[in-house]
């Protein structure tokens, strides 16, 4: 299980883990790249032996410790697995499991060329590596897993920028904690220089109504997506997501206060998916909704 190269993507119609009905949530129709979530609710079950081509962790949801019984490159796996306990399934890995009790599950697919890339952008390892895992706490990781299944919940749209910050802290939390060759990340110190800063601040004012992605504003700034996000929150003292969410909501500011926009109207316009959308992050960054703010 060497990774090279940039393997395919899996099309995000195709199911994690082979499950035999649909997920109840899913990342298929958010167009997030490099990075597949679902949620699953199955009953007992199995599923034969086979591979994928994406790295696979499934974070169980399941209040009680179950048996589960795994199979991962002839590596045959039965045991107690927990709440919040996870299980890596490296790609092409060949792997089987079967269960006898309800199961809730995130599962959580990354593509191998992105985590080559992270890897060569914050290690410059020669190959990548990484190593199967079975029914291990991870906070981190169930932490990136509900966080982005609350993203799915409340649409998903214009999400883009938040997935691909979650899948590089994935990424490099895999590369340093789950690989055969132990990993050092680098450390990125100084901040971005001034021209640089001014110019990716330029880029996402330009484009607030739009879904942006953290790879196109590091591509703007000629940077990697990784040392990018590292160095504009030494810069900002907050990440790019978090950045975007608040000059999105002082552009509502603004735009309310002119009082010729509805609030959905508005939500549109500064790249938010809908009122909602606009009240949950206007009320956490103001302390207000919308509403009450004009009123005041």
Same mark, same amino acid.
């Given at each position: ?8 993507? @899996? =099309?995000?119609? /195709?199911?994690?883990?082979?499950? +035999?009905?649909?997920?109840?949530? $899913?990342? %298929? ?30 974070i169980l949801h399941s209040q009680q410790n179950q048996a589960i019984k795994w199979t991962i490159d002839g590596h045959y796996q039965l045991g107690q697995i927990a709440k919040g306990e996870i299980t890596i399934i490296p790609a092409n890995a060949s792997h089987s ?51 982005? @299944? =609350?993203?799915? /919940?409340?649409?998903?749209?214009? +999400?883009?920028?938040?997935?691909? $910050?979650? %899948? ?22 100084g901040g971005l220089p001034n021209y640089k800063l001014r110019q990716a601040i330029a880029y996402i004012h330009d484009h607030l109504n739009q879904n942006l992605s953290l790879s196109a504003i590091a591509a703007e700034v000629s940077m990697s997506q990784y040392h ?69």
């Amino acid at each position: 299980m060497v990774y090279e190269k940039s393997l395919v993507f @899996k =099309s995000a119609s /195709e199911d994690a883990f082979r499950f +035999s009905s649909e997920p109840t949530l $899913s990342s %298929a129709s958010v167009g997030w790249q490099n990075i597949r979530v679902a949620y699953y609710c199955q009953p007992p079950g199995e599923v034969s032996e086979h591979q994928d081509a994406e790295h696979e962790i499934c974070i169980l949801h399941s209040q009680q410790n179950q048996a589960i019984k795994w199979t991962i490159d002839g590596h045959y796996q039965l045991g107690q697995i927990a709440k919040g306990e996870i299980t890596i399934i490296p790609a092409n890995a060949s792997h089987s499991l079967s269960w006898n009790f309800d199961i809730q599950s995130t599962i959580l697919c990354l593509d191998p060329g992105f985590v080559s890339r992270i890897a060569y952008e914050s290690i410059s390892p020669e190959t990548i590596e990484l190593v199967p895992v079975f029914a291990q706490p991870d906070t981190l990781i169930c932490q990136i897993g509900a966080a982005l @299944k =609350s993203v799915l /919940e409340t649409g998903g749209v214009y +999400s883009r920028l938040y997935a691909d $910050s979650a %899948a590089t802290l994935l990424a490099a939390h895999l590369l340093q904690h789950y690989s055969v060759r132990k990993c050092s990340i680098r450390s990125y110190k100084g901040g971005l220089p001034n021209y640089k800063l001014r110019q990716a601040i330029a880029y996402i004012h330009d484009h607030l109504n739009q879904n942006l992605s953290l790879s196109a504003i590091a591509a703007e700034v000629s940077m990697s997506q990784y040392h990018f996000s590292r160095l504009f929150k030494q810069s900002m003292g907050t990440s790019v997501h978090q950045y975007v969410i608040q000059c999105r909501v002082e552009c509502a500011k603004q735009l309310l206060l002119d009082r010729d926009l509805s609030v959905t109207e508005v939500a549109f316009q500064v790249g938010f998916s809908n009122s909602s959308h606009l009240s949950h992050h206007f009320k956490r960054v103001v302390g207000v909704t919308p509403k009450i703010f004009l009123n005041q």
